[in-house]
């Protein structure tokens, strides 16, 4: 059977392959690459619309995305609260919340692409920093 991201149990292939990405790309900085692949885990509910909703209770197996570069920076900075990262991907497989539940969709403004089972890391393009404020950092790291 191929290895691919949307098994619903990953193979530990998968899964070290994100380890060695975050430690690579966190340049050994072990908390920060631990917390990147605790990021990465699956969680328990496949519902969709319950991942909509609220997509941290129960850990849901969709990653929420947003095709706003707005959006991003207010959800990496928590609405403000602290620095944080603004990744650029492929969103291969991805779910349009809003085209897929029109007028039920409860947050639209956040323009959310989900993205069931994880991301891959070979469809993350880069990251960039964000100040608490919402400015972008200088420069990105490329993944390559």
């Not at 991907?89 to 007028?103: A, E, F, H, M, Q």
């Amino acid at each position: 059977m191929e290895n691919n991201f949307f098994d619903v149990d990953p193979h530990q292939d998968r899964l070290d392959d994100i380890k060695l990405f975050a430690k690579l790309y966190f340049n050994g900085d072990e908390e920060k690459a631990e917390a990147y692949y605790d990021a990465m885990q699956q969680g328990k509910s496949k519902g969709f619309k319950e991942n909509v909703r609220d997509n941290t209770s129960p850990p849901s197996n969709f990653v929420s995305t947003s095709i706003s570069q707005g959006v991003a920076i207010n959800f990496a900075t928590n609405f403000g609260s602290r620095n944080g990262y603004v990744y650029a991907i492929k969103p291969n497989g991805g779910i349009d919340v809003n085209r897929t539940l029109g007028s039920a969709s409860p947050y639209p403004s956040e323009q959310e692409i989900a993205i069931p089972y994880g991301i891959n890391p070979k469809n993350i393009l880069g990251v960039t920093p964000v100040d608490k404020n919402g400015k972008l950092g200088n420069h990105s790291i490329l993944n390559r």
